[in-house]
């Protein structure tokens, strides 16, 4: 990741709440798509669906912190964790347990 100081506000990281969730709209998308798959018994592509978003998802707790780096006053480095934990990581959990149970409900 490039240092905190040479990055641009709404071009490197989003100035507001309305931006961080235009940005990663798309989540819900790719969750709707890994429960289609695993509903219909597609567990190996659900699986690796799933993998590329635990990823993504490490991509966007680094960004997380970079933004509370900045100290911009969108997010407080403190808060980081929780925030990606109760929104995102349980539920990759939750599905990576649905998948490897044979779970199509």
Request: aromatic letters at 10%.
């Amino acid at each position: 990741m490039e240092n905190a100081e040479d990055l641009a506000p709404g071009a490197d990281y989003p100035r507001t709440f309305q931006e961080v969730d235009e940005w990663f709209r798309g989540d819900a998308a790719c969750r709707e798509y890994i429960r289609r798959l695993r509903r219909a018994g597609e567990f190996d592509p659900a699986r690796a669906q799933l993998e590329k978003s635990r990823a993504y998802t490490d991509e966007v707790l680094a960004l997380f912190y970079t933004l509370a780096d900045l100290k911009q006053g969108l997010i407080v480095r403190q808060e980081v964790p929780t925030f990606i934990t109760a929104n995102v990581k349980n539920w990759l959990e939750e599905e990576a347990k649905a998948i490897a149970a044979g779970k199509k409900d």
